[in-house]
């Protein structure tokens, strides 16, 4: 046996040389702030974010760690003023320099093997093949890469297919590998999926043979520098004036808000438009499996999850980060997203004293929403009874903000819905703004998000807080309706 084989088999992969998350290029709360360093430009970026080699068990002498020599030692000796875009000739130098290394540190490898670091440590320099004039390209929101023939890409919300192709499968494994290696992960046969970030933030899932039937899939959902505002969710006719000024109270007012809506119906975009509102003078904690918030306000501190490692440890969840969240003294916890048992403590975290506090989870509607909680707190195995769990919720939840991709692409805010109390075992709600669909006109939806006419019973909570709403937001008083 190899000792590539050996170190790989032993002691398995390390999942970063910090130990910790694919992270984006840039730190703190404003990921994205640098971008493309995959792709073409200069390699002095590349030179200047070498990886650290690891001084501390467990990761000493894994395969990680020899990599990270090689490649170390492969950046130190490359010309940094090389232009990284001519793609062949650099790859030819880089093979050069990658034997020369191997002989000088004496490292025996089987030919696949060295063909594999080979791939690898070229992955880190090169950028990402036929993806690159897609990432390049603002207009695209989301790329998806269906097996290496069939690539389609969102703009403007709607999907359509793209005349880029990858050569076969191997060339979308290089390009799969280029994007997670210099995360530290590694996806194959026995493990074929994996989440990981592209150095901008933009997020990837990648699954890939035996699983993915048609070929290696990729879906990346490219972070955007430029977050969606709420003066453009305005004029996209995502949301009426009137809601977005109850909504604005709602946050300073300090009530609970869960985001809901199907797979990319923009519950984050919502989510970072909401956590915009928030009094520039509290302390706000974001916790997200992988940082897409992009906060303004200065007084902000971001977590963000980790996945278990190759060996199946390591692994920090969304729970334990809000348990810990609770000693870090925050005025506001935003959670990315609530997808499992996690929302017991959320709920808890709402209901003791952490007002103000805001998630997102997938639903099809508010009340889908009510039951997703419901079901996803069971989860946590604390054999609650259900109606323990239902008035959990419905003192903890004031509303819920319900959006949907419309057949068109747009995507729309279709319900905001108060919760409002609990009659015997059921939660009560009360829609205070209800989108009402007129028509279809040349393909586009018809329609405006009105206010039901009814006041959330939270009203004290948001006067309290010296918000003095006009009744005609509501759809009542003045005789304007929206
Ligand atoms: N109001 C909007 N108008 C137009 N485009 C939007 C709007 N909100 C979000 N988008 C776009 O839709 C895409 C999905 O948005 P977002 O990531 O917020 O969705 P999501 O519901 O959080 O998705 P997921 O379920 O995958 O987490 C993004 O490209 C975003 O720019
Ligand atoms: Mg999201």
Same mark, same amino acid.
């Not at 929101?141 to 499968?169: A, D, H, L």
């Not at 190759?310 to 692994?315: D, H, K, L, N, P």
């Given at each position: 046996?190899?000792?590539?084989?050996?170190? %790989?088999?032993?002691?398995?992969?390390?999942?970063?040389?910090?130990?910790?998350?694919?992270?984006?290029?840039?730190?703190?709360?404003?990921?994205?702030?640098?971008?493309?360093?995959?792709?073409?430009?200069?390699?002095?970026?590349?030179?200047? @974010?070498?990886?650290?080699?690891?001084?501390?068990?467990?990761?000493?002498?894994?395969?990680?760690?020899?990599?990270?020599?090689?490649?170390?030692?492969?950046?130190?000796?490359?010309?940094?003023?090389?232009?990284?875009?001519?793609?062949? %000739?650099?790859?030819?130098?880089?093979?050069?320099?990658?034997?020369?290394?191997?002989?000088?540190?004496?490292?025996?490898?089987?030919?696949?093997?060295?063909? @594999?670091?080979?791939?690898?440590?070229?992955?880190?320099?090169?950028?990402?093949?036929?993806?690159?004039?897609?990432?390049?390209?603002?207009?695209?929101?989301?790329?998806?890469?269906?097996?290496?023939?069939?690539?389609?890409?969102?703009?403007?919300?709607?999907?359509?297919?793209?005349?880029?192709?990858?050569?076969?499968?191997?060339?979308?494994?290089?390009?799969?590998?280029?994007?997670?290696?210099?995360?530290?992960?590694?996806?194959?046969?026995?493990?074929?999926?994996?989440?990981?970030?592209?150095?901008?933030?933009? #997020?990837?899932?990648?699954?890939?043979?035996?699983?993915?039937?048609?070929?290696?899939?990729?879906?990346?959902?490219?972070?955007?520098?430029?977050?969606?505002?709420?003066?453009?969710?305005?004029?996209?006719?995502?949301?009426?004036?009137?809601?977005?000024?109850?909504?604005?109270?709602?946050?300073?007012?300090?009530?609970?808000?869960?985001?809901?809506?199907?797979?990319?119906?923009?519950?984050?975009?919502?989510?970072?438009?909401?956590?915009?509102?928030?009094?520039?003078?509290?302390?706000?904690?974001? =916790?997200?499996?992988?940082? %897409?918030?992009?906060?303004?306000?200065?007084?902000?501190?971001?977590?963000?999850?980790?996945?278990?490692?190759?060996?199946?440890?390591?692994?920090?969840?969304?729970?334990?980060?809000?348990?810990?969240?609770?000693?870090? #003294?925050?005025?506001?916890?935003?959670?990315?997203?609530?997808?499992? %048992?996690?929302?017991?403590?959320?709920?808890?975290?709402?209901?003791?004293?952490?007002?103000?506090?805001?998630?997102?989870?997938?639903?099809?509607?508010?009340?889908?929403?009510?039951?997703?909680?419901?079901?996803?707190?069971?989860?946590?195995?604390?054999?609650?009874?259900? @109606?323990?769990?239902?008035?959990?919720?419905?003192?903890?939840?004031?509303?819920?903000?319900?959006?949907?991709?419309?057949?068109?692409?747009?995507?729309?805010?279709?319900?905001?819905?108060?919760?409002?109390?609990?009659?015997?075992?059921?939660?009560?709600?009360?829609?205070?703004?209800?989108?009402?669909?007129?028509?279809?006109?040349?393909?586009?939806?018809?329609?405006?998000?009105?206010?039901?006419?009814?006041?959330?019973?939270?009203?004290?909570? =948001?006067?309290?807080?010296?918000?003095?709403?006009?009744?005609?937001?509501?759809?009542?008083?003045?005789?304007?309706?929206?």
């Amino acid at each position: 046996m190899s000792l590539l084989k050996r170190i %790989e088999q032993g002691q398995g992969q390390a999942p970063r040389s910090d130990g910790s998350q694919p992270k984006p290029a840039s730190s703190g709360s404003q990921p994205g702030a640098s971008s493309g360093e995959g792709g073409g430009g200069s390699l002095s970026s590349l030179q200047a @974010r070498r990886v650290s080699a690891p001084t501390t068990t467990p990761q000493a002498g894994t395969y990680f760690d020899l990599k990270t020599r090689v490649q170390n030692k492969l950046l130190a000796e490359l010309d940094p003023s090389m232009d990284i875009t001519k793609t062949e %000739e650099v790859r030819r130098t880089i093979m050069g320099l990658f034997e020369q290394i191997l002989n000088e540190e004496n490292i025996v490898l089987s030919r696949a093997e060295r063909q @594999r670091l080979f791939e690898q440590i070229t992955a880190e320099i090169l950028g990402f093949g036929p993806l690159q004039p897609l990432l390049e390209d603002e207009s695209i929101t989301e790329i998806m890469v269906n097996g290496p023939k069939n690539i389609y890409v969102e703009r403007k919300g709607k999907i359509v297919r793209v005349p880029v192709t990858f050569e076969g499968n191997d060339h979308v494994m290089r390009v799969i590998d280029r994007i997670v290696a210099p995360l530290g992960r590694r996806i194959d046969e026995s493990s074929p999926y994996v989440d990981a970030r592209l150095p901008d933030g933009s #997020r990837v899932n990648a699954v890939i043979p035996p699983i993915a039937l048609i070929g290696p899939t990729l879906t990346i959902r490219k972070f955007s520098k430029t977050p969606i505002t709420i003066e453009q969710m305005v004029s996209y006719g995502s949301i009426t004036p009137e809601a977005v000024e109850f909504l604005k109270a709602c946050v300073i007012g300090a009530c609970n808000i869960v985001v809901s809506g199907g797979t990319g119906s923009g519950k984050t975009t919502l989510l970072n438009v909401l956590s915009g509102f928030i009094p520039s003078d509290e302390r706000i904690l974001t =916790i997200e499996n992988a940082a %897409e918030l992009q906060l303004r306000q200065e007084h902000v501190v971001t977590l963000e999850s980790r996945p278990a490692n190759i060996e199946g440890r390591g692994e920090i969840t969304i729970r334990q980060l809000v348990m810990n969240a609770l000693r870090m #003294r925050p005025d506001r916890i935003v959670v990315g997203e609530i997808r499992d %048992e996690a929302a017991l403590d959320m709920l808890q975290a709402m209901n003791t004293g952490h007002d103000g506090s805001m998630t997102t989870a997938h639903s099809n509607s508010p009340r889908d929403t009510l039951a997703r909680l419901e079901v996803m707190t069971l989860m946590a195995g604390m054999e609650l009874p259900v @109606r323990a769990i239902r008035e959990q919720i419905s003192s903890a939840v004031h509303v819920i903000c319900h959006q949907e991709r419309l057949r068109d692409g747009s995507r729309k805010i279709v319900n905001i819905t108060e919760v409002s109390g609990m009659e015997g075992d059921v939660i009560t709600t009360t829609d205070i703004f209800v989108y009402e669909q007129t028509g279809v006109e040349n393909g586009k939806v018809v329609g405006r998000l009105r206010p039901t006419g009814l006041r959330p019973k939270f009203m004290e909570k =948001i006067e309290a807080a010296g918000i003095h709403l006009p009744p005609s937001i509501f759809g009542v008083g003045s005789g304007r309706r929206y």
